[in-house]
């Protein structure tokens, strides 16, 4: 008799970090819910959720960590960071101080994670809050950070009103597999649905 055939599933880490009030909880959310409120997480403490996905025809697990509240627990850092796939680096274009902050929370996250690699990990840069008039961070500035940093992709993403939300986590998923040889065969990512957003490419050096 033949086994029925299981079919593969694959399980990735996503981690986010940047300042307290950038609004990682609020993409994770919109990300997975398709909502913006976060308040409930906030209040009942919900440090990670799981989005699962098809991608060619695979089963993907994202379990996507938010690292609120963090800040009274640094010394969970560990358990937090280790593991993770990719870390999105995230931070607010109304806020400077979040965007100088970013090289903080690169090193931060290369030693606790206690990455080999940095400059093979797949870190991608989000800034977010795009829908704000009163912008402080220009994308140049961050355009050249990123290429001077290891190239990364760079997303601006406005949780509130799902700009470029998908593709910013689509491009952390992409990351992951073209580098992973778990997963040779899945690169492109067509399940995720997000109403209103239409896909955009990570502006790149
Ligand atoms: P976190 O501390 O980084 O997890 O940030 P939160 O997700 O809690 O968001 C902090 C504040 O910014 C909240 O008041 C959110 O409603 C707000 N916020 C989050 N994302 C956006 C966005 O894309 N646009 C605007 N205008 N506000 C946002």
Same mark, same amino acid.
């Given at each position: 008799?033949?086994?029925?055939?299981?079919?593969?599933?694959?399980?990735?880490?996503?981690?986010?970090? /940047?300042d307290?009030?950038?609004?990682?909880?609020? !993409?994770?959310?919109?990300?997975?819910?398709?909502?913006?409120?976060?308040?409930?997480?906030?209040?009942?403490?919900?440090?990670?959720?799981?989005?699962?996905?098809?991608? =060619?025809?695979?089963?993907?697990? !994202?379990?996507?960590?938010?690292?609120?509240?963090?800040?009274?627990?640094?010394?969970? %850092?560990?358990?937090?960071?280790?593991?993770?796939? *990719? *870390?999105?680096?995230?931070?607010?274009?109304?806020?400077r101080?979040?965007?100088?902050?970013?090289?903080?929370?690169?090193?931060?996250?290369?030693?606790?994670?206690?990455?080999?690699?940095?400059?093979?990990f797949p870190?991608?840069?989000?800034?977010?809050? !795009?829908?704000?008039?009163?912008?402080?961070?220009?994308?140049?500035?961050?355009? %050249?950070? *990123?290429?001077?940093?290891? /190239?990364?992709?760079?997303?601006?993403?406005?949780?509130?009103?799902?700009?470029?939300?998908?593709?910013?986590?689509?491009?952390?998923?992409?990351?992951?597999?073209? !580098?992973?040889?778990?997963?040779? =065969?899945?690169?492109?990512?067509?399940?995720?649905?997000?109403?209103?957003?239409?896909?955009s490419?990570?502006? *790149?050096?």
């Amino acid at each position: 008799l033949s086994q029925p055939t299981m079919s593969k599933s694959t399980f990735l880490k996503v981690i986010l970090l /940047g300042d307290g009030g950038v609004g990682k909880s609020s !993409l994770m959310n919109r990300y997975v819910t398709n909502k913006f409120d976060t308040h409930l997480f906030h209040t009942i403490g919900v440090e990670f959720l799981n989005k699962e996905l098809e991608v =060619d025809g695979h089963r993907v697990t !994202l379990q996507i960590w938010d690292t609120a509240g963090q800040e009274r627990f640094r010394s969970l %850092r560990t358990p937090f960071y280790r593991g993770s796939d *990719c *870390c999105l680096l995230t931070f607010s274009i109304d806020d400077r101080q979040s965007f100088r902050n970013l090289a903080n929370w690169k090193k931060e996250f290369t030693y606790y994670a206690d990455v080999k690699d940095p400059d093979n990990f797949p870190f991608v840069v989000l800034g977010n809050k !795009l829908d704000v008039s009163e912008r402080q961070v220009s994308g140049e500035d961050v355009r %050249r950070w *990123c290429c001077e940093n290891g /190239g990364h992709p760079y997303f601006e993403t406005s949780a509130k009103d799902a700009t470029n939300v998908a593709s910013a986590f689509e491009e952390a998923i992409q990351r992951i597999l073209a !580098l992973d040889d778990r997963a040779d =065969d899945l690169i492109h990512t067509n399940t995720v649905d997000l109403e209103r957003e239409t896909r955009s490419k990570p502006i *790149c050096c």
